[in-house]
Each structure stands twice: as C-alpha cells, then as structure tokens.
C-alpha cells in the first residue's frame, strides 16, 4: 500500500483557485498597463500638437483659429488624461487587491504541500521502522534457528 493523502482533493482544489487568482491578477495588472499607455500615448499626442503648432507659428503663417484649435485639443486631451488617470487609479486598488487575494491562495496551496511533504516523511519513516522491524525479526527467527 503506497502513500495517500487524504486532502489531496482539497489540495487539487487550492491549485485551481491559485491558478485562477493568477490569471485574475494578470488580467488586472493587462489592464493596469493598458490605461497607463493611455495615458502615454494622450501625452504624445500633446506633444505632436504643441510641436505643430510651434511648427506653424514659426512659419510666419500664425492663423489665430488653427493655434486656438490647437489649444482646445491640448486642453481637451489633459481632461482626458486626468479621467483616466482616477481609472488607472481604480485599477491600481484592484489590482493590488487581487494581488493580495494571489497571494492568500499561494499561502494556503504551499501550506497544503507542506503538510503533504510532512505526512509522506512520516509515512516513509513508518515504512523503514517496519521494515526494519521486519529484518530484525527474520534475523532473529534465523538465528534461533542455527542455534539448535
């Protein structure tokens, strides 16, 4: 009869739900990343529509309307960007609360294995004192027998 665990049912149940957390987190550190390349790309765009507009304004040919045009579209894209810097906010809580949650699951998982561990050590200890019981006792069977 080899080594059986009796909560291996249990363990297999922590592995999934590890697994699961896992993939939940990822999933909220993609979108975490999304929203801060967002963010990254908006402030780009700024960039690009300050330097045309520079572009323009050096040229000599300042139209007043485009530059204004210009103005709202930065002006617009900074209330996008602190919109979806309170979103990247939202996301960080979460995704640090599913990270807490991971981390819970791979606590009781690996406290699982280690009980495992702790069982089959105790069960191969058991083994060996048997079997060690056995060859005692055959030995001494042996030796009774050559003594008469």
Excluded: P
């Amino acid at each position: 009869m080899g080594f059986k665990f009796n909560f291996s049912t249990l363990l297999k149940t922590r592995k999934i739900s590890e697994e699961m957390a896992k993939k939940v987190f990822a999933e909220a550190e993609a979108n975490v990343e999304n929203s801060k390349s967002k963010i990254n790309h908006m402030w780009s765009e700024i960039d690009l529509a300050r330097q045309r507009a520079y572009e323009i304004q050096s040229s000599g040919a300042a139209i007043a309307v485009e530059l204004e045009g210009f103005d709202h579209f930065v002006s617009g894209l900074k209330v996008k960007i602190e919109s979806e810097r309170n979103v990247l906010r939202e996301l960080l809580a979460i995704a640090e609360e599913k990270r807490e949650l991971l981390v819970e699951a791979s606590k009781e998982h690996k406290a699982l294995l280690k009980l495992k561990e702790k069982m089959y050590f105790r069960y191969k200890k058991a083994k060996e004192k048997k079997e060690q019981k056995q060859m005692d006792d055959m030995a001494t069977m042996r030796f009774k027998r050559a003594s008469r």
